[in-house]
């Protein structure tokens, strides 16, 4: 499929109190340039709904190697790479007025049934799983230290309403939401994030608790939100 390209100008509040791009709202770029894009090619969230299915993201890697100020244009460009029998690969890379590239993403999607929530082969969909793309490295590996063999309890959280995308889940750059503000500020091995990568294990649905536990190895931090045994998803943060 051709690249999709659209312009942004970073508003207020997307920005933290130091007038820089969050995080969580290069998430959601990613998350606006998926939709865009497969919709462009048929494939968007009308599409999915008349026979019952939604894109889900089951793992994303993102690196921010500058983050755009207030007030600042951006380029978002996107495409998708190879998929497997059932995950698509999708990367989005962000760029400033000078062309230079200044965000990446690696993402993983799945499609699955909206009301049995499991996954659904992409020949299903009438989509090819063997079309595969050439795809420049776009993301840098984050090493992991040794972590501890346990983290200590961490805070509790209950699910909120807010948090609640159009798939009926809480969204996914919640989890990264969630996880920075518990970790303390005396914490923080940096200023913020250069590259954090998502894992995405079970949905979360709002009322429901979970906890959030962390780690903290040089300059990097390990972040695991549960409910109970089962695993919600793990956060990798690496910082600057």
């Not at 939604?54 to 460009?77: A, D």
């Not at 959280?157 to 969630?178: C, K, M, Q």
Request: charged residues 30%; negative net charge; contains cysteine.
């Amino acid at each position: 499929m051709d690249d999709l390209i659209l312009t942004h100008k970073v508003t207020s509040y997307e920005c933290s109190d130091d007038h820089l791009l969050k995080p969580e709202c290069f998430m959601h770029f990613c998350q606006e340039m998926a939709e865009s894009h497969a919709e462009l090619h048929g494939f968007g969230y009308e599409w999915g709904m008349q026979s019952r299915m939604i894109w889900v993201e089951v793992k994303g890697t993102f690196e921010m190697l500058r983050r755009p100020e207030w007030k600042e244009t951006v380029s978002l460009r996107t495409n998708t790479g190879t998929a497997s029998a059932l995950q698509a690969r999708r990367f989005v890379e962000m760029t400033d007025a000078k062309g230079e590239v200044i965000g990446r993403a690696d993402l993983l999607w799945v499609l699955i049934d909206f009301d049995r929530r499991r996954p659904i082969p992409l020949k299903r969909a009438n989509l090819d799983p063997s079309v595969t793309r050439d795809c420049p490295p776009i993301t840098t590996e984050i090493e992991e230290p040794e972590w501890p063999a346990e983290m200590p309890e961490g805070s509790i959280l209950t699910a909120p309403r807010r948090d609640v995308d159009f798939n009926g889940h809480i969204n996914n750059s919640a989890y990264l939401i969630w996880a920075l503000d518990a970790l303390p500020a005396e914490e923080r091995p940096g200023k913020a994030p250069l590259r954090f990568h998502l894992d995405f294990k079970h949905e979360t649905f709002a009322g429901e608790q979970v906890e959030i536990r962390h780690a903290v190895v040089g300059n990097k931090s390990r972040h695991r939100i549960t409910t109970g045994e089962t695993l919600r998803a793990e956060i990798l943060i690496e910082w600057a």
